[in-house]
């Protein structure tokens, strides 16, 4: 899908189903001298990386990110407690895979130093 699609189809649907966003987006194009369509544009990008770096993860770990960090996943974001009582384990077990998967994702990003 080329960028021109994106923006010509799916940007009219997000204007029609979430007007406040773009309210908020426009104003931040501005301030930053930039278009609606680079940040969009930008957005992609880095969905993409990060759905780039997900790929290194093994499904739990996946899991417990998207648990813990909810805009990967449903908006939500939950403690480590309620992320392990989703996932069947103990809060230290999550604790244990969402570092793992952390550490993963900053070598993948060739980041250095400690979490």
Request: charge should be positive; charged fraction near 30%.
């Amino acid at each position: 899908m080329g960028k021109g699609e994106y923006t010509d189809g799916k940007v009219k649907v997000t204007i029609r189903l979430n007007p406040e966003l773009v309210k908020k987006t426009k104003h931040y194009a501005i301030e930053h001298h930039t278009s609606l369509q680079n940040l969009i544009e930008r957005a992609l990008e880095l969905k993409q990386r990060l759905d780039h770096l997900l790929l290194s993860l093994s499904p739990r770990e996946e899991k417990v990110l998207r648990l813990r960090y909810g805009p990967l996943g449903d908006g939500q974001t939950r403690t480590l407690r309620r992320a392990a009582a989703s996932l069947g384990g103990s809060h230290e077990l999550v604790r244990q895979i969402e570092m793992r998967a952390l550490r993963k994702i900053k070598r993948a990003l060739g980041v250095k130093g400690r979490l």
